[in-house]
T-cell receptor, first 112, second 113 residues
Framework: NAGVTQTPKFQVLKTGQSMTLQCAQD?????MSWYRQDPGMGLRLIHY???????DQGEVPNGYNVSRSTTEDFPLRLLSAAPSQTSVYFC???????????FGQGTRLTVV | GESVGLHLPTLSVQEGDNSIINCAYS??????FIWYKQESGKGPQFIID?????DKRQGQRVTVLLNKTVKHLSLQIAATQPGDSAVYFC????????????FGQGTTLQVKP
């Protein structure tokens, strides 16, 4: 049982490059979300989805795009990376909106 | 907007002592509360939850207390062990929320041997 799988685990980008952080879950969860974690800032919600085809913005959505074409996958896209996006990114899923969330192991992204 | 705050960013305790981690929330519509533990280099993991129709819930060595009147909850860890060293987050949610699972900054628990 894999749970929530994030790839890659580590990534270095140059300013202006684009990339997609992958997130997949095998628990048939409807609710998925992306967070970034910076020192002293806790976990901040970027985008979330309550089901396939439905996404919405969180606390810090600027510079990020998401889509949800399947229940299993919820990729996070950085269209033009900036140093301010250097962070650790976590994907989470839950059965419903207000139930226990399961987190992936994180992606550590550095933008130089 | 919604906010979640923990009273102390860092808590240092002696091994064997009890730990108390506090959390204040702003959304009075929150009716379900979860505590998560995040060990270094890992994603957060569920510890214990409590619903608003309760004011206390106990697990193994952990107890969560909820005071809805002042919008405050606490996590108590009995006989704190080195393996309890981690960052702890509370996450209020529930039917009144908009679907955004908001976390506070977290409290770092350091256990001294």
């Amino acid at each position: 049982n894999a749970g929530v799988t994030q790839t890659p685990k580590f990534q270095v980008l140059k300013t202006g490059q684009s990339m997609t952080l992958q997130c997949a879950q095998d628990m048939n969860h409807e609710y998925m979300s992306w967070y970034r974690q910076d020192p002293g800032m806790g976990l901040r919600l970027i985008h979330y989805s309550v089901g396939a085809g439905i996404t919405d913005q969180g606390e810090v959505p600027n510079g990020y795009n998401v889509s949800r074409s399947t229940t299993e996958d919820f990729p996070l896209r950085l269209l033009s990376a900036a140093p301010s996006q250097t962070s650790v990114y976590f994907c989470a899923s839950s059965y419903e909106m207000n139930t226990e969330a399961f987190f992936g192991q994180g992606t550590r992204l550095t933008v130089v | 907007g919604e906010s979640v705050g923990l009273h102390l960013p860092t808590l240092s305790v002696q091994e064997g002592d009890n730990s108390i981690i506090n959390c204040a929330y702003s959304n009075s519509a929150s009716d379900y509360f979860i505590w998560y533990k995040q060990e270094s280099g890992k994603g957060p993991q569920f510890i214990i939850d409590i619903r608003s129709n309760m004011d206390k819930r106990q697990g193994q060595r952990v107890t969560v207390l909820l005071n809805k009147t002042v919008k405050h909850l606490s996590l108590q860890i009995a006989a704190t062990q080195p393996g309890d060293s981690a960052v702890y987050f509370c996450a209020p949610t529930g039917s009144g929320n908009t679907g955004k699972l908001i976390f506070g900054q977290g409290t770092t628990l350091q256990v001294k041997p």
